[in-house]
């Protein structure tokens, strides 16, 4: 019979022992109000909007063999691009190995997952010890309940970042949403590479439940933002009801509608959503993710329509050769483009 590990309605396991974890919780806040502007927190710094004319689209992808290999050899001949159903013109390809990495750590501290608070502590710190290169890729922590909050600016200094994602404590709401696009819009600015080439890839890791009771952003404006700023999303649940561990990998046998936003936010946005047990089930995903980073392509096509009018435009990219499988995102937003304040090259802009 197969084993199927359903967590109960009121969970079992407390991290730590129930006294210590209740004392060092964050109060339990209440829903965001409008106190007066002398008690008010400093709002999370807003990335400038600058204008400029974007003509390209920019999509980022893996390729992967049906032994779930990388396939780091392939050509322009080898892909299509299709927009709203309609072939382009491929105009732009490269491969992009071994680039930089600017990656945002995304913790939910909010009071729904306090119980797993001490998983996503370590699932986030195992994550950073293997895939972060010294003096080469940097990342920055940020948690969210009420509202996001940068816990650590970039830095490539892993013990740094774990020290300060080690002294989180959980309570509050959920503003999931608010979270995403914040840390997408810090990611649009990161710092750029050193040396001759600049460009760099970003990277969002998003440990949390996939529920937001908070949010003043919708979940269609945090893929917004994240499109724009040429974000990919990994997201790690951290809902283990319904895990089987009778498959050679965890596997959810039913989603909650916490697991469908994050399968949509990184459907969306070409990453991986994983639905682990124990934070020990990740250690290869994470070694594949660091893999997946530095295995990548950057297609490129003219927009077909530049006018800036909201709609969203579906992207289908193919490769053009049996037993390969594609992981791209699956369209844009048309808005009026943004980007960074120094001149990005083509592999490192933050648009369409």
């Known amino acids: 019979m197969r084993k199927m590990i359903v967590a109960a309605a009121a969970v079992l396991f407390f991290v730590g022992n129930a006294g210590s974890a209740f004392a060092q919780q964050k109060p339990v806040r ?53 927009e709203d159903g309609r072939q382009q013109p491929i105009t732009q390809f490269s491969r ?53 909050e940068v816990i650590q600016d970039y830095t490539d200094d892993v013990g740094q970042l774990s020290s300060v994602i080690q002294k989180q404590n959980s309570g509050g709401g959920t503003a999931l949403n608010d979270a995403i696009y914040a840390a997408s819009q810090k990611l649009m600015t990161a710092p750029p590479a050193t040396g001759t080439n600049p460009d760099i890839r970003r990277v969002l890791v998003l440990i949390s439940d996939g529920d937001d009771n908070l949010s003043d952003h919708t979940l269609t404006d945090a893929i917004q933002m994240a499109d724009r700023a040429g974000v990919s999303i990994y ?51 994470f070694l594949d993710i660091g893999n997946e980073l530095r295995s990548q392509y ?32 699956k369209g844009y937003f048309a808005t009026a ?9 083509a592999g490192n802009s933050p648009q369409h």
Do not use: C
């Open 235 to 285: 997201a790690i649940s951290t809902n283990n009801d319904w895990v089987t561990l009778d498959t050679p990998t965890p596997e959810k046998l039913h989603k909650s509608e916490g697991d469908k936003v994050l399968e949509e936010l990184s459907d969306e946005t070409g990453g991986r959503v994983f639905f682990p047990y124990r934070v020990d089930d990740l250690a290869q995903s």
């Open 96 to 148: 992009q190995a071994d680039l930089p990495l600017r990656i945002g750590m995304l913790l939910d501290t909010s009071n729904s997952i306090r119980e797993r608070l001490h998983f996503e502590k370590d699932a986030a710190i195992d994550f950073l010890y293997n895939v972060i290169r010294r003096n080469k890729d940097q990342a920055f922590a940020m948690t969210f309940d009420n509202e996001p």
């Open 30 to 82: 209440s829903p965001r109000t409008n106190p007066p502007a002398a008690q008010q927190k400093t709002p999370l710094k807003q990335a400038p909007t600058l204008h400029v004319n974007v003509r390209l689209v920019h999509l980022v992808a893996a390729v992967m063999d049906r032994r779930n290999k990388f396939v780091t050899n392939l050509n322009r001949s080898d892909f299509k691009v299709f």
């Open 337 to 345: 483009p943004v980007t960074s304040p120094a001149p990005a090259s």
């Open 298 to 329: 950057l297609i490129g096509y003219a927009l077909p329509n530049p006018d800036a009018n909201g709609e969203f435009h579906r992207v289908d990219l193919r490769v053009d050769r049996k037993g390969l499988t594609v992981r791209s995102r």
